[in-house]
C-alpha cells in the first residue's frame, strides 16, 4: 500500500515560500463525504506519510468489519492532521500523504494519531497497526500533487517501518529535537541504506510514553539478503517503466531489460529489485558480467554472487540447480550481451530447476528462450523539439515535465550547486535533452560540463559537433553511434595528457588506486607528478568516479561504457600490450608485499585490500597466460593469493587458473616456484573437498622440496600430506608424515611447521579417543599460533579444540573457543565456516541438554550449508547421524519438527547469537 503515496522523482526548480489554496473533495469511507477547504505548503515542507500493517490480509479476513474500522482509521487520521493543520494531498487506500508547514505540527499530527489509535477499542478485526514516517525538504506542487526527492524519500523510510512505528528523518529531527511534545523522546536507529540504493538515511524513531516502543529491525537493505550495490546518484524518472517491469516479473519468470548502452537498464534493474525486496524470501542478488571476458565464467560468476560453493563431485549447473530448486530468490543478470548464450544456456536451466526464481536480464539483445518476456527501455522522455518550441514565460515549467530534464538538472546541480533553471535557459537545456536522444549517459556527461559552460554554450558545441550526425534521417542512426559521438565529443575536449591518461586507464578493471595509476599509466607523455592532476579533470568530467576503498583510500572507477570505449582507444594505440604488462608486474609485487600482512594481526585489514583488487588480479592471471613469458609470474601471484582466496572461497576461479599456469611449459621446472604452485593448487583441491587430487598435490610440492634441500618447507608439505591422509581415515599414514614433519621442525626450530604439526597429531588423538592428549595439543598450537598472529588459522584450530572440549563434555571450553572462532569468521567476512560454526554449538547443545536449542543450530547449519553447496564428509557425517540420534531420543516428534522448522528459517547471524546465549 506504501508505494500509492508517491514514488515520483522531479528534480524541484527554485520557489518562493507560500502557499496555494485549493478545494479538494476528500473521500472517507462510510456514508458521509467531507469537503475541506485547506492551503497547500509550498519550498521547505514537512511531509507525513502513513499506511496501515497487513491491510490486505485484514480485508480477507474480515470484509465487513474491515469497512467499519477503515472509517474510524480515516477519521482519526482526518481529525489530528486537521487539528495540526495538514494538507492532505493525496490518499491511497488506506495510505494518506499529508503537508505541513512546519514540522513541529507534523510530528504533533503523528503523536496524536498514533495515541489515539491506540486506545481506540477496535473489535473484531484487532487494532490497526499503522506506520508513519516523517521528512522535511523541498518539493514542487503542481496539478494538486507534490514531485520531487523528498517525496520519493519519505516513502522509503515509511516502507522500512512496522506498524506503530513513526520513523524521523535527520532534516525533521534537527528542527524538532529541541521542541517536542510532552511524554514524547527520540530514539537514534543509526543510518539505514533504503531502497533508492543511493546515501543512506540517518533515522529517528518517535518515542510516545504509554505506547509500544520496541520493534523489529527496519526493513532496510541491510535487513535483507541482498548484493545490491550502493548508487553514488539518485534515481530520477522511470516511472512508467518501473510499474511495468513490477507488473510484468509477476506474470513471468524472465524478464529481459533490452535498451541500447547508457540508457539505464542496470540502474533500472537494481530499483526494481530494490523496491521487490520484501517479496524474495531468499533474497535478490545482482550478477555483475560486464568484465567476463570468457562465456565460461558465467555459472562460477553466478555462483559468486550467490555465495555458493562448487563441488567437486557433480557439475557446477548442477549444484547452483539444487540450490536454488526450494528457493523464492531473484537474479539480476547485468550485462548479457557479450555472453548471450551462456547466460541463455544457464538461466533455462536454472529456471526449469528452480520454480520459484525470477530472473531480471539487462541486454542490448533478448535471450531468445522459451517465456522471456522483453521490457524495452527507452531513453528518459525529452522535448521533442520537431513539434514544439520552448520559450517564454512558462518555458522552465514546461521542460521540468521531462524525465531527461530532470536527470540533466539533477546531474548539473551535482557539479554545481548553484545551477537552476530559468525561462532564459530552459531552451537551451531542452535542446540538449533533445540533440542527446535522452540517453542517460550522454546526459550525464554533458551536465558535468555546466561547471564551466552555460546550457547555452554545451547546445552551441553539440550543434557543431553533431552536424553530420543530424543532416540525415535521424530516426534511422543507430542510438549507440549517438552515444559514441559523444564520447568522442568529451575525448576530444581533453588535454593531450588526458587522453592519453583516459585509455591507459582501460587496463584496470573494477576499479583503481592512485598508486596504481602512478605507476601503470605514466611515461611516454605523461610525467607520474602529473597524475593527480590529470584524474582530477577527469572526475570533473564524469569520465571517472570517485569511490572509497576498504581503507578509506580513493578509488577511481569508470561507467562499462566509457570503460569499454577507453579500452578500444587503448588497443588501437599499439600500447595495449606494454600497458599490460605494466599491470601486471604492479599486481605481481603487490601480491608478494601483502603475502606476509595476510598471516599477521592486520590479516582483515589486508583481505580487504587484496579482495577489491581481485577483478584486477584476475585480469593480470589472464595476461599471463596470453603473453610469452609471463606464465611464472602469473603463478607467482597465484600462489601468493592462496590466503585471500582461502578465506574468501572464489575457489574455482583460483583452481582453474592456478592448474592452466602449472601446465605451461615454463613452470614446469621443479623448483620453488613449481612446489609453491602446487601447494596452491592443493589446497584449492582440499577445501573443494577433493582430497585425493589434494594429497597427490602436496605429495609433489613435498618431494620437490625435499630435492632442492628445503627442509623446512618439505615439512610444512608432509603436514598438509597429513592433514589430507586424515581426511581420507588414514590414521597410520596421517600420524606418521606429522610426527616426521614436527620432528623437523623442531629441529630447525620452525615455529609454523611445529604449529601446525602439533595441531594435526591433536586430530589424530582425538580421532583415535584420546581426547585429553587432542585438546592438549589443540591449544598448544592455538598459543604458538596466537604469537604469530594468525587469526584466520587460529580459527580453524579452535574449531578441533571445540570439538575435543565437547567429547570431554568440557561445555566452557568448548562455548569459549565457538564465541572466538565466530568473532573471527565475522572479522574476516567468512561465510563458509559459519554453518560448521553452527553445527559445534549444536553438538554443544546436546551435552549441555539443551536438545530443542540444539535441533535449531543444526537445521540452520543445514540450511546454511544447503545454500553454500556444502556437503559433510563420511566422518562428519556419521558424527551428524549420532547427534540425529540422541536427539530425537529426547524430543517428542512435535519438538524436534518444530524446533528444525525454527531453525531453517533462521538467519545464520542470528541464529550464532542464539547459539551463543548460555
Not at 510499474?243 to 537498464?265: S, Y
Not at 555462483?303 to 557446477?316: D, K, Q, S, T
Not at 531473484?330 to 541463455?344: G, P, S
Request: charged share 25%; glycine share 8%; aromatic share 8%.
Amino acid at each position: 500500500m506504501a508505494v500509492g503515496c508517491a514514488f515520483f522523482i522531479f528534480c524541484p526548480l527554485k520557489v518562493k515560500s507560500g502557499k496555494i489554496e485549493r478545494t479538494i473533495l476528500a473521500a472517507t469511507p462510510g456514508p458521509a463525504t467531507l469537503n475541506l477547504r485547506m492551503e497547500a505548503p509550498l519550498g521547505t515542507i514537512t511531509f507525513l506519510f502513513t499506511d496501515i500493517e497487513g491491510s490486505s490480509r485484514l480485508w480477507e479476513r474480515f470484509p465487513v468489519d474491515m469497512g467499519r474500522a477503515l472509517a474510524r482509521h480515516d477519521g482519526i487520521l482526518r481529525e489530528a492532521i486537521e487539528r495540526n493543520g495538514g494538507f492532505v494531498f493525496k490518499t491511497v487506500g488506506d495510505a494518506f500523504c499529508v503537508a505541513f508547514d512546519t514540522a513541529g505540527h507534523a510530528l504533533r499530527a503523528a503523536s496524536e494519531a498514533q495515541q489515539n489509535l491506540f486506545a481506540e477499542p477496535w473489535g473484531e478485526t484487532g487494532p490497526l497497526r499503522v506506520r508513519m514516517a516523517l521528512h522535511t525538504g523541498e518539493a514542487e506542487f503542481r496539478d494538486g500533487d507534490y514531485f520531487g526527492p523528498s517525496l520519493n524519500r519519505v516513502a522509503r523510510v515509511m516502507s522500512a517501518g512496522h506498524g506503530g512505528q513513526v520513523l524521523l528523518t535527520y532534516s525533521t529531527v534537527q528542527l524538532v529535537r529541541d521542541d517536542l511534545p510532552a511524554r514524547v523522546s527520540l530514539r537514534d536507529l543509526g543510518e539505514r541504506r533504503l531502497r533508492d540504493l543511493s546515501r543512506p538515511e540517518h533515522v529517528f524513531q518517535l518515542v510516545i510514553e504509554g505506547l509500544p516502543a520496541d520493534f523489529p529491525s527496519l526493513r532496510s537493505l541491510e535487513a535483507m539478503p541482498n548484493n545490491l550495490p550502493v548508487q553514488l546518484t539518485s534515481f530520477i524518472g522511470r516511472e512508467k517503466e518501473m510499474a511495468e517491469a513490477k507488473r510484468l516479473l509477476n506474470e513471468t519468470h524472465l524478464l529481459t531489460l533490452i535498451g541500447t548502452g547508457g540508457t539505464g537498464k542496470t540502474r533500472l534493474s537494481l530499483q526494481v529489485a530494490a523496491d521487490l525486496l520484501e517479496n524474495f524470501a531468499d533474497g535478490v542478488w545482482f550478477v555483475e558480467l560486464a568484465v567476463i571476458n570468457d562465456p565460461v565464467q558465467v555459472p562460477a560468476t553466478v555462483a559468486g554472487a550467490l555465495g555458493v560453493r562448487e563441488e567437486a563431485e557433480h557439475p557446477l549447473l548442477e549444484t547452483l540447480s539444487n540450490f536454488l530448486r526450494a528457493k523464492h530468490l531473484l537474479l539480476i543478470f547485468d550485462n548479457c550481451e557479450h555472453v548471450v548464450e551462456a547466460c541463455a544456456q544457464l538461466v533455462e536451466s536454472l529456471l526449469r530447476a528452480a520454480p520459484n526464481l525470477r530472473v531480471i536480464a539487462t541486454s542490448r539483445h533478448s535471450l531468445g528462450i522459451a517465456g522471456e518476456v522483453i521490457l524495452p527501455i527507452p531513453p528518459l522522455s525529452m522535448p521533442n523539439l520537431f513539434r514544439e518550441r520552448i520559450s517564454g514565460v512558462d518555458a522552465m515549467e514546461i521542460v521540468s515535465q521531462f524525465e531527461a530534464v530532470r536527470l540533466f538538472i539533477d546531474r548539473a546541480v551535482a557539479v554545481k550547486p548553484t545551477f537552476e533553471v530559468t525561462n532564459e535557459n530552459a531552451p537551451a537545456v531542452a535542446e540538449i535533452c533533445w540533440r542527446l536522444d535522452g540517453i542517460p549517459l550522454a546526459l550525464e556527461l554533458a551536465a558535468a560540463r555546466v561547471k564551466v559552460l552555460t546550457p547555452q554554450q554545451i547546445a552551441q558545441r553539440l550543434n557543431d559537433r553533431f552536424r553530420l550526425l543530424t543532416g540525415g534521417s535521424r530516426t534511422a542512426m543507430p542510438r549507440q553511434q549517438t552515444l559514441r559521438a559523444l564520447i568522442d565529443w568529451s575525448i576530444d575536449l581533453l588535454s593531450g595528457p588526458e587522453k592519453i591518461v583516459l585509455r591507459r586507464l582501460g587496463v584496470f578493471a573494477g576499479g583503481r588506486t592512485m598508486a596504481a595509476v602512478e605507476e601503470v599509466c605514466s611515461g611516454n607523455g605523461v610525467e607520474d607528478w602529473e597524475v593527480l592532476d590529470l584524474l582530477t579533470q577527469l572526475v570533473d568530467k564524469s569520465l571517472l568516479a570517485v569511490e572509497s576503498g576498504p581503507d578509506g583510500g580513493i578509488r577511481y572507477t569508470m561507467t562499462e561504457s566509457v570503460w569499454q570505449y577507453a579500452r578500444e582507444k587503448l588497443e588501437e594505440s599499439g600500447e595495449i600490450g606494454e600497458m599490460r604488462d605494466r599491470h601486471l608486474e604492479y599486481f605481481l609485487r603487490m601480491a608478494k608485499e601483502m603475502q606476509p600482512r595476510l598471516i599477521g594481526p592486520d590479516q582483515a585489514l589486508w583481505l580487504e585490500r587484496l579482495d577489491v583488487e581481485r577483478i584486477n588480479f584476475r585480469q593480470a592471471l589472464e595476461w599471463s597466460l596470453k603473453s610469452p613469458g609471463q606464465a611464472r609470474n602469473g603463478l607467482s601471484i597465484a600462489s601468493a593469493l592462496i590466503r585471500l582466496w582461502e578465506v574468501r572461497s572464489n575457489l574455482k576461479d583460483g583452481r582453474e587458473l592456478i592448474e592452466s599456469l602449472l601446465q605451461r611449459p615454463e613452470t614446469a621446472g621443479r623448483d620453488t616456484l613449481r612446489a609453491w604452485g602446487i601447494h596452491a593448487f592443493g589446497r584449492m583441491a582440499w577445501m573443494r573437498d577433493e582430497n585425493e587430487l589434494a594429497a597427490s598435490c602436496f605429495r609433489e610440492a613435498m618431494e620437490i622440496f625435499d630435492e632442492l634441500g628445503n627442509r623446512e618447507n618439505g615439512a610444512l608439505m608432509r603436514v598438509f600430506y597429513g592433514f589430507i591422509e586424515r581426511s581420507l581415515e588414514h590414521l597410520d599414514a596421517a600420524e606418521n608424515l606429522l610426527r616426521d614433519a614436527l620432528k623437523t621442525g623442531e629441529e630447525l626450530s620452525a615455529p609454523i611447521v611445529i604449529a601446525t604439526a602439533t595441531s594435526g597429531l591433536g586430530s589424530v588423538m582425538g580421532d583415535r579417543g584420546n581426547h585429553e592428549l587432542g585438546l592438549e595439543l589443540k591449544l598448544n598450537s592455538v598459543e604458538k599460533f596466537r604469537s604469530l598472529g594468525d587469526k584466520w588459522i587460529i580459527g580453524l584450530l579452535l574449531w578441533g579444540v571445540s570439538r575435543e572440549a565437547t567429547s570431554l563434555g568440557r561445555s566452557e571450553t568448548a562455548r569459549e573457543a565457538l564465541v572466538e572462532w565466530a568473532g573471527i569468521s565475522r572479522e574476516l567476512h567468512n561465510k563458509w565456516t559459519l554453518p560448521y560454526i553452527l553445527h559445534a554449538f549444536g553438538d554443544l547443545k546436546i551435552i549441555e541438554k539443551h536438545y530443542h536449542r540444539a535441533a535449531l543450530l543444526f537445521a540452520a547449519a543445514e540450511a546454511m550449508r544447503d545454500h553454500l553447496g556444502f556437503t559433510l564428509l563420511p566422518y562428519e557425517q556419521r558424527a551428524h547421524d549420532e547427534s540425529m540420534a540422541i536427539l530425537r531420543a529426547n524430543l517428542s516428534e512435535v519438538e524436534f519438527r518444530q524446533a528444525w522448522e525454527n531453525g531453517k528459517v533462521m538467519r545464520p547471524w542470528a541464529a550464532l547469537e542464539l547459539a551463543q546465549q548460555s
